[in-house]
């Protein structure tokens, strides 16, 4: 019997909301910051992030690499492939930088994201960094944000104690 475990599909408007969902039901629990911050506790911060995910989900329907993958029997989203044209990507800093949500612990985690997405300018990066190739980690003790000591610990046994950018130029 060959039987397709799964079933990769592309992504449209009409599945935008179940790909939200589907992040804040799994990604808010697992990604180290996220799960750190406690944000699957708080209705409040689960809304406040499910607007930056949204709008993160919404730009990447424009790219043809953007896909689900689903359980072939129970129609539901086992994984997400999110991808974004480069040519938005300016277009999602600015955002990035210009939301004002409320509650702290969502302010907590984009005051680290726009630490990131600083550190992805690849000229600011090797500059910083002296490296002499484009990758590399960013680590968040050494981020230098709103809070010198930040409510963000990893927990143990985390393999790793790093948020890993890699710099990549696509032609």
Same mark, same amino acid.
């Given at each position: 019997? &060959? /039987?397709?475990?799964?079933?990769? +599909?592309?992504?449209?408007?009409? &599945? ?9 039901? &799994?990604?808010?629990?697992? +990604? ?7 944000? !699957? ?5 689960? =809304? ?10 919404? !730009? ?9 993958? /689903?359980?072939? *029997?129970? /129609? ?13 990507? *300016? ?10 949500? +409320?509650?702290?612990?969502?302010? !907590?985690?984009? +005051?680290?994201? =726009? ?11 090797? &500059?910083?960094?002296?490296?002499? =190739? ?34 990549? =130029?696509?032609?």
């Amino acid at each position: 019997m &060959n /039987r397709q475990l799964f079933q990769v +599909e592309s992504v449209k408007e009409s &599945n935008l909301e179940e790909i939200v969902q589907f992040l804040i039901d &799994n990604f808010a629990q697992t +990604e180290a910051i996220l799960a750190s911050l406690k944000m !699957d506790e708080d209705q409040k911060c689960l =809304k406040e992030l499910s607007v930056m995910i949204r709008d993160l989900v919404q !730009d990447s329907l424009q790219c043809s690499s953007t896909c689900v993958i /689903r359980d072939p *029997d129970t /129609r539901k989203i086992d994984g997400i492939a999110v991808a974004c044209k480069t040519s938005i990507f *300016d277009k999602q800093i600015d955002r990035l930088c210009a939301y004002e949500f +409320e509650q702290q612990p969502v302010r !907590d985690a984009v +005051e680290f994201l =726009k630490y990131v997405f600083n550190k992805l300018d690849v000229m600011y990066y090797l &500059n910083e960094a002296r490296l002499s =190739k484009p990758f590399a980690a960013v680590r968040y003790d050494a981020f230098k944000g709103e809070h010198l000591r930040p409510p963000i610990v990893m927990q143990a046994p985390e393999k790793f104690t790093s948020v890993y950018a890699m710099l990549a =130029k696509f032609q």
